[in-house]
């Protein structure tokens, strides 16, 4: 009996193809995940959907691929979707059937309900591009409330892509991209470093409820300092190797036999001169054999102007990032990302454009979705205050007591930095202190009322409601007396994994005087 693994799923929907790995609670390492008849290989599965109307009929990855040559393929068969979804700017194909985000979601539907059932999975990580990142992020809000999973996060693809080759946060790094339909290059700075906090993963989901409009787990993005791109990628190649040996070549098994000996020529083992045999189907529909070596495939690329066109778009790329003072002594490296950078002539040209920048090459395909594995356990997904905490304080001025914040309702526990708060003497000769906890019973609510037809806010406003916590407050005694107004105490608040309050309390010279433990949150 096949034993069943709780943990991670992450998926990386691509533009060309798709990524799922999977990783148990209990395993450092991730596995890409195979499922028949949709998947082309462990984990890859090629972005595209078969919807057929009015059959209902919907298939996803090989299987859709298998359908394209089919009649009514313009209108029944899709790809190229995801790179159209919460973009405004790009038109899609007008004959399909369905549109970019219905293409998503049905393929999302299909693949959900299609993992195999050795796998539970507790969490759901999925990755957004960064340039089209709001109108995507709303997307997959929507198609969330349709996923049965207690757990999802967001990531965003830069930042997953550079996590699985261990560069610092706040690091400037160029990604080149060249996939099955497009070619993307940007430079971007990763977010943290100089004393900031490291990227984050953003809650969508916890507990089986949509957290997404309430969390204060907000992603923080890596920051795009240029970006460029065009519509040629790895199928061009393909088409470009056919054409070479059978121009004008329109049957689909003549692109994916040029796809296999591309791929097996991209291997580094593999000699300049040897040649290899692919078999094309001619014009006839007779099956001819040819011959392929890197050094044919290299004067096939230099012939059709790869080298130039990649040299434009890195060109433009470095003219945008010195536009906002990045240049390339700056980058702490240079990824390599999709099928199409292992072609042994791309490598080299980056090498010889970009000489002094270590060149990082994952896993081309999985990289980004092992990096959104690699990046869920590091941020840890944080349960959410559903009250705002405070402590009494004294107001000199007024005489009287109120409540200061210390966390809020909708911040995220266990914490990660503590809340640092300076207490001063109420009074002359002081030398001990109370620390009272209340708890947030009704938050203050403003009024909106319409004048001459516009809205403004009351002003009046129903007060915030704080319940004191029912238990003995903690005091602290110091050794030496304050007189009013003076700083004599410092707090530092934090919530544990086990939600209890605790407080570290330090006189004005910074001597500890000991961690308390303020009570249970809940």
């Not at 298939?59 to 919460?86: C, P, Q, T, V, W």
């Not at 004393?195 to 890596?222: H, M, T, Y």
């Not at 689909?252 to 593999?270: H, M, R, Y």
């Not at 947030?440 to 915030?464: A, C, H, M």
């Amino acid at each position: 009996m096949e034993k069943n693994l709780s943990g991670t799923l992450a998926i990386d929907l691509g533009n060309t193809n798709t990524v799922i790995a999977f990783q148990d609670q209990k395993d450092k390492n991730s596995v890409l995940v195979q499922i028949p008849n949709i998947t082309s290989s462990p984990g890859v599965i090629p972005t595209a959907v078969w919807y057929e109307d009015p059959l209902k009929i919907t298939k996803i990855g090989i299987s859709a691929i298998n359908m394209r040559d089919n009649s009514n393929s313009e209108l029944f068969f899709h790809s190229n979707f995801k790179r159209l979804i919460g973009n405004p700017i790009e038109k899609s194909n007008k004959k399909n059937i369905l549109n970019p985000n219905e293409c998503g979601e049905k393929f999302f539907q299909i693949l959900w309900a299609n993992i195999p059932q050795k796998y539970e999975i507790n969490r759901l990580v999925l990755t957004a591009p960064i340039d089209t990142y709001k109108g995507y992020r709303a997307w997959l809000v929507n198609l969330c409330e349709k996923i049965s999973v207690n757990e999802i996060a967001l990531v965003d693809e830069p930042t997953a892509a550079s996590l699985g080759i261990n560069l610092p946060f706040g690091s400037k790094i160029m990604t080149i991209d060249i996939g099955g339909s497009t070619i993307d290059m940007n430079i971007i700075k990763i977010d943290g470093g100089e004393g900031k906090s490291g990227p984050i993963a953003e809650l969508l989901k916890f507990n089986g409820n949509d957290v997404s409009s309430i969390s204060k787990q907000k992603i923080r993005c890596a920051e795009i300092i240029g970006k460029t791109g065009s519509k040629i990628g790895g199928k061009d190649i393909d088409q470009w190797i056919v054409d070479y040996f059978i121009p004008e070549s329109n049957y689909a098994i003549n692109l994916l036999k040029a796809e296999q000996i591309k791929c097996k020529l991209s291997s580094s083992a593999i000699k300049n001169e040897d040649k290899y045999p692919t078999k094309l189907l001619t014009e006839q529909y007779q099956e001819k054999e040819f011959y392929l070596s890197k050094e044919i495939l290299e004067k096939i690329l230099i012939k059709n102007n790869l080298l130039n066109h990649l040299n434009s778009l890195l060109k433009d790329l470095l003219n945008q990032a010195r536009a906002k003072f990045c240049t390339v002594d700056d980058l702490s490296a240079i990824i390599l990302v999709g099928g199409g950078t292992q072609i042994p002539l791309v490598k080299e040209w980056i090498t010889n454009k970009i000489s002094k920048i270590q060149i990082k090459t994952p896993p081309p395909v999985e990289s980004i979705a092992l990096g959104a594995l690699a990046m869920t356990p590091g941020v840890k997904i944080k349960d959410i205050l559903n009250k705002g905490l405070s402590i009494r304080l004294l107001n000199r001025r007024e005489r009287k007591h109120f409540w200061h914040p210390i966390f809020y309702k909708g911040q995220t526990w266990p914490t990660e930095i503590p809340y640092n708060l300076i207490l001063q003497a109420s009074k002359n000769d002081q030398n001990i202190f109370e620390i009272i906890i209340g708890e947030t019973k009704k938050e203050r609510e403003y009024d909106v009322i319409f004048e001459n037809g516009l809205p403004k806010l009351s002003e009046i406003q129903s007060e915030e409601e704080i319940i004191k916590w029912d238990q003995k407050p903690l005091k602290i005694e110091l050794e030496n007396k304050s007189n009013l107004g003076e700083d004599n105490l410092k707090l530092f608040f934090r919530i544990t994994k086990k939600a209890d309050l605790l407080v570290k309390c330090f006189n004005i010279q910074d001597e500890f005087l000991g961690e308390y433990n303020l009570g249970n949150i809940f």
